[in-house]
């Protein structure tokens, strides 16, 4: 069965320190991958995308993430974070049809 | 303007009960779904419409009831309440791409508390 699994349920972190969250999926297919960010008592957002071409995509407020063929993985990365990165952040993977799969997610916390 | 709307917010109500949640989404999106988020904030796709057709149904049990009587609006409907069914539901909607879907757009949330 398709699967996403993140590997850090939970991280904390300093702030300015860097951050990567792992995420990786089980589908051999053609995928559109996504990260989303879901702060204190609110909805999710979309952080960033990736459908086809350069691997390595950049969202909003800073953030980056890569996408590994061969390790069917989408890390998502901050050189720097902020106190404001407090949040729950969540892979997701579409593999065709009307179906998205959200991994666990792992809940951030920065130390300010 | 609000791209994806949901109504109440939050919503109390005893076991037994039947309640409904309201989500519109003003992006002219074909495809709707709806999402129970639990304590551990896991988020599990409950419904997916397309068009106002059912396209998922994730093993939901039949007292929930989804309705979309435009490709707008999908509605949730939840017959006997139970304790377990306490959780914050989001609507999302996305456009319809080549492939499948692109990325979703979160409504605001509906946290209900079954007493």
């Known amino acids: 069965a398709q699967s996403v699994s993140q590997h850090n349920h939970h991280v904390i972190l300093s702030e300015a320190a860097s951050l990567e969250l792992g995420c990786n999926y089980s589908y051999g297919g053609t995928v559109n991958l996504f990260w989303y960010v879901q702060y204190p008592g609110q909805h999710l957002q979309l952080l960033l995308k990736?459908?086809?071409?350069?691997?390595l995509v950049k969202g909003i407020k800073g953030f980056e993430a890569e996408f590994i063929k061969s390790k069917f993985s989408f890390n998502l990365r901050k050189p720097s974070v902020q106190w404001s990165d407090t949040a729950e952040y969540f892979c997701?993977?579409?593999?065709?049809?009307?179906?998205?799969?959200f991994g666990a997610g792992t809940r951030l916390f920065v130390k300010a | 303007d609000t791209a994806v709307s949901q109504t109440p917010k939050y919503l109390v109500t005893q076991m037994g009960n039947d309640k409904s949640i309201k989500c519109e989404q003003n992006l002219g999106h074909d495809t709707m779904y709806w999402y129970k988020q639990d304590s551990k904030k896991f988020l599990k796709i409950m419904f997916s419409y397309n068009n106002k057709e059912l396209i998922i149904n994730e093993t939901v049990p039949n007292r929930f009831s989804p309705k979309s009587p435009d490709k707008a609006h999908l509605n949730l409907h939840i017959n006997s309440l139970e304790l377990g069914d306490s959780a914050v539901y989001f609507c999302?909607?996305?456009?319809?791409?080549?492939?499948?879907?692109?990325?979703?757009?979160f409504g605001p949330g509906t946290r209900l508390t079954v007493t």
């Open positions: 999302a909607s996305s456009q319809a791409m080549g492939q499948g879907v692109g990325e979703q757009y």
């Open positions: 997701a993977v579409h593999t065709g049809g009307f179906k998205t799969i």
């Open positions: 990736y459908f086809s071409g350069d691997p």
